[in-house]
């Protein structure tokens, strides 16, 4: 009985003898470890208009060309600490302690670098650029919804 379990499992997975090694095995290179690179992160350009700046930010995370009159009317282009409602930041008026609140928004918020309004309403490149981002997250998950 073990011997024709033997011949089946060789015939199916060819695992069961009948294959001799002629020569030992050589390694011909040793596989190198890299470490990772990182993508350096992109800013617009300097002297760009509010809107063109803000266009800019759009563009570099994928969000779509309406986001250009939405961030005209909720905010006239501007990221600036003053540009805010009683809930509400920046380009695009991301209600971000809310938006946090989502077990499904808040890790990729985060993953912006994203933990409360203060990181997305400033004038820096590097809140212009969590503004765009979290924007996109929020678009991802509820499309235009937000915005309506």
Sequence with gaps: ???????????????????????????????????????????????????DEMQWYRIDVGLPERFDAIGWRESNCRNEDSVHTFCCWGYWQMYTSLHLQSSTLRPMMNDCGVYSSQDLDSDTPEDKKRQACAAKALYDVNGFAPWS
Aim: aromatic letters at 6%.
């Design 1 to 51: 009985m073990i011997q024709i379990i033997r011949f089946i499992l060789s015939v199916f997975c060819l695992c069961g003898g009948g294959v001799t090694a002629t020569q030992p095995a050589v390694r011909t290179s040793i596989p190198t470890i890299t470490e990772p690179t990182t993508i350096p992160v992109q800013y617009a350009p300097e002297g760009l208009s509010n809107c």
